[in-house]
């Protein structure tokens, strides 16, 4: 079993910038590719980043590239999204989530395990 914590979510102005980060803790750091993904109100899960096992490869969806950076730090169990020029279709829930021996897949369904979630709201 593997458990997942979120923080760093809050309010922020257009144009700023938040950090979150995810605590994982029950397995191996480093047999998880780690992904994050978004919920805003009345719409669905929405992936926005992944990053493979020792943090070689990246991924995000078209509409964050450029503003969002996914790293990892296995010596610290922890997983970042550095959010930059944040706009307010940003608003949601952040979820972070684990996918044992995985790929860095955008796929939901391919994640094994799911934080609780961090709510994040940029004001215009």
């Known amino acids: 079993q593997v458990h997942l914590v979120e923080s760093g979510g809050g309010l922020v102005q257009t144009g700023g910038s938040l950090r979150l980060s995810c605590l994982a803790s029950?397995?191996?750091?480093?047999?998880?590719?780690m992904g994050w993904f978004r919920q805003a109100p009345g719409k669905e899960r929405e992936f926005v980043a992944a990053i493979t096992l020792r943090g070689r490869n990246t991924y995000y969806v078209d509409s964050v590239t450029g503003r969002f950076t996914i790293s990892r730090d296995n010596a610290k169990n922890t997983v970042y999204l550095q959010m930059n020029s944040l706009k307010p279709e940003d608003t949601a829930v952040y979820y972070c989530a684990a996918d044992l021996y995985g790929t860095g897949s955008a796929a939901a369904e391919e994640y094994d395990y799911w934080g609780q979630g961090t709510q994040v709201t940029v004001s215009s």
């Open positions: 029950g397995r191996t750091f480093s047999s998880l590719a």
